[in-house]
Structures are given as C-alpha cells and as structure tokens.
C-alpha cells in the first residue's frame, strides 16, 4: 500500500464521486489527506456517499450537479471552495456511455451526437473554467481528464458521440495544460474495461454475470484481469499530487495492457484447412 498524506490539505472535486468507480476514488482520495466535494446529478447517492465517508473524513460533502450546466458547475466549485477554503484537483470522472442506440453515424440524429458532448467534453470544460481560478490563488493545481480507450481506437461497442467527445477530451486536456501551466497541470487517464462494470449498461452486466464471457474478456488484458475501481484511484491520486509534478499534457493508459496486444478472432476451420494443405502437399 502506498504512504498515507500524499493529498494532505488539498481540496478536490471529483465528478460522478459518488457512484460506481467514482466511489473508489473518493475513497482513495480521503485515505490520502484530501478534502473531497462530490458532485453528481443524484442527491441519494450523494447522500449515502457522505454517510458512508464520513467513518474516514468529516472532510467530505456532495453537491447536486449537472456538469453539462455551468449554473450548476459554478455553484459546486463555489460551496466546495466555501467549504474548505480552497481547491486544488479536479477530477472530471462523470461521463455518459448510454446515448442512443448504438447506430452508425449516418443514422445518428444531430441531438444525440450533441449529447455525447455535453456530458464528455462540455462538463470536463465547465469544471476547469469555473475551477481553475482558484487553483492558481492556491499556488498549485492538478486537473485530471477520466477518458476512455475509445478515444484511440474504433470500437464495436460504442457509437460515434461517445467516440468523437472523448477524443475531444485529449485536446481539451492538452490546450488547458499549455494555457494554465506550470501552476496547473492537466492529464487524462484514457481508461479500458474496469470493474465493477458500468451499472447503465446492460452488456456490461451480462458480460460480469456470464462466467464465459467474462473469462474471454479477462484474455484481453496482459495482467490478466478486469481493472478495478483502486486501479483508477490510485493513478487519479498519482496524476493530482506533487509526486507527478513533472507529468502535463500526459495520456495514462490504464488498460491492463489491452491496446498494446492485437487479438485474432478465432479461426473456424482453419485445422482441417491445414490438413488439406498438408495432404495436398505430401501428394505433389
């Protein structure tokens, strides 16, 4: 485990904090000294997320937010800088992955595109605008973009909206770091499959409760397992304390390896394919 206090007095921010595996980097963030406000759309989780925190920090709050409206945005940075004094991190976690049906581009309503953005890219943005302020009034400041390996690669499972916001999110990244350094950094953490699965999706459930599915999808990663929820805390803890001071304008692939490897499809046929060459061979 790593040392305790490497967030000591620092104020964080962290979008989508209270639920899914926005929970395990509050949890993380807490265990490292930090001062955390969760912003999310949902005031019961937000609720059940305090109570549940409070047994490691009275440090910790939510606010109701909707990081695609600035309203919102400004009145979140606002009570979380009332609440302690002052912020250092961010960490635009929230993102959607539900927009539309999964249709190609050319059957893609302009509305649902647009949609893929706001919560992806324009949200990302809305924080830093409203956050960035008061992390140079604090003398240091860490913002770290929650991204996705479909902003790299093309993937089956995902439709263009969310493809084409996450790649935005690279270049919102790497303009806020060249903008606001050296007293703020800005890094992404481009993200593969982690676990528990994304509760909204229900082929991510089916792919968790089916043990074959899960086990084809586990040979995809080198380390040989799904991410966790503490793999993601603790690179987000990494990127937003001093120890990664040297580290801007960064892409982290936290992928278990899985861009790095390229995966044949299984070759139906292809050992009675090879015997008939052979025989065709050894009657030549």
Not at 5 to 17: F, K, P, Q, S
Not at 181 to 200: A, K, S, T, W
Not at 262 to 269: A, E, S
Not at 270 to 283: F, G, I, M, N, V
């Amino acid at each position: 485990m790593p040392a305790s206090g490497r967030l000591e007095g620092m104020a964080a921010v962290i979008t989508g904090g209270a639920r899914g595996l926005g929970l395990g980097i509050t949890r993380l963030f807490l265990d490292q000294g930090a001062k955390v406000c969760m912003a999310g759309r949902t005031q019961s989780w937000g609720d059940e997320a305090v109570e549940q925190f409070q047994k490691i920090s009275d440090d910790v709050m939510f606010v109701q937010c909707d990081v695609a409206e600035e309203a919102d945005v400004a009145r979140c940075v606002a009570a979380a800088v009332e609440r302690f004094g002052s912020l250092h991190i961010v960490v635009n976690n929230a993102g959607g992955t539900t927009f539309g049906t999964g249709a190609k581009a050319c059957d893609t309503e302009l509305a649902e595109f647009q949609r893929a953005f706001h919560v992806n890219t324009d949200g990302p943005f809305l924080m830093a605008k409203h956050a960035i302020a008061h992390m140079l009034d604090a003398g240091y400041g860490s913002i770290v973009n929650v991204s996705s390996n479909a902003a790299i690669r093309a993937s089956a499972n995902a439709n263009v909206g969310y493809h084409a916001s996450k790649a935005a999110l690279h270049g919102l990244t790497l303009s806020l770091a060249r903008e606001y350094g050296p007293q703020v950094r800005c890094n992404e953490i481009v993200m593969g499959h982690l676990h528990p699965p994304n509760p909204d999706l229900p082929r991510h459930r089916y792919v968790e409760e089916d043990e074959a599915a899960r086990t084809a999808v586990e040979q995809n990663y080198m380390v040989g397992r799904w991410g966790s929820p503490d793999d993601l805390g603790y690179a987000c803890v990494f990127l937003a304390s001093r120890e990664s001071g040297f580290i801007t304008a960064t892409s982290l692939r936290l992928d278990g390896g899985s861009q790095s490897r390229m995966q044949f499809p299984h070759l139906t046929g292809y050992e009675d394919w090879l015997a008939t060459q052979h025989s065709a061979q050894a009657t030549a």
